[in-house]
């Protein structure tokens, strides 16, 4: 490799270095798109504790008014129907058994929920890294394709140049000159 094209070499790869730094200040070190990262990244870890306390709590609360309104209409219905005694407590251990089940699945519902968050939030959070790191070496390719245009250019002006001041000189040597200039 000649030194030309060593010294070529060399540039582009530091024109390449710093369309990467420009990038990483655009896409990586900007504090807004830190900010974003960040809550990307809390929300691929799923429902925090709170969260989570906060829906059982709910899913507790409205189970337990389903329960409490089940359990007045059995025992009215019960009243009315004659039955009591063994038999009612039997009837209102069933519902209980019904309503366990509920509060299991809903409990189950959570966990399954909770952990789709999760795969999706990871997935979403790759994806933006993923775009992050395209957009760094994006910049770093524009930059290294901008300076080796511009350095084409100014190589095809230094060529005009020189072809231009070469052509100003034979015009200068006049007619003799010329004709002499041919023969030898």
Do not use: H
């Amino acid at each position: 490799m000649s030194s030309r094209e060593q010294f070529l070499r060399d540039r582009a790869i530091g024109d390449f270095e710093y369309g990467l730094q420009r990038g990483r200040q655009l896409l990586t070190n900007d504090p807004r798109v830190d900010g974003l990262r960040r809550q990307m990244e809390d929300l691929s870890r799923g429902y925090s504790g709170q969260e989570l306390g906060a829906m059982r709590g709910l899913a507790a609360n409205e189970l337990a008014g389903q329960r409490s309104q089940y359990l007045r209409q059995l025992a009215s219905r019960a009243g009315r129907g004659g039955i009591g005694g063994a038999r009612a407590a039997a009837m209102q251990a069933a519902a209980d058994q019904n309503f366990l089940r509920a509060r299991a699945e809903q409990e189950r519902k959570m966990a399954l929920d909770s952990a789709q968050l999760r795969r999706q939030g990871i997935k979403d959070y790759g994806d933006f890294l993923m775009r992050q790191r395209f957009g760094e070496l994006a910049s770093g390719a524009g930059f290294a394709g901008l300076a080796q245009a511009t350095y084409a250019q100014s190589g095809q002006e230094q060529a005009a140049a020189r072809a231009a001041n070469i052509a100003s000189q034979q015009q200068r040597r006049g007619i003799l000159g010329q004709i002499l200039g041919a023969l030898f």
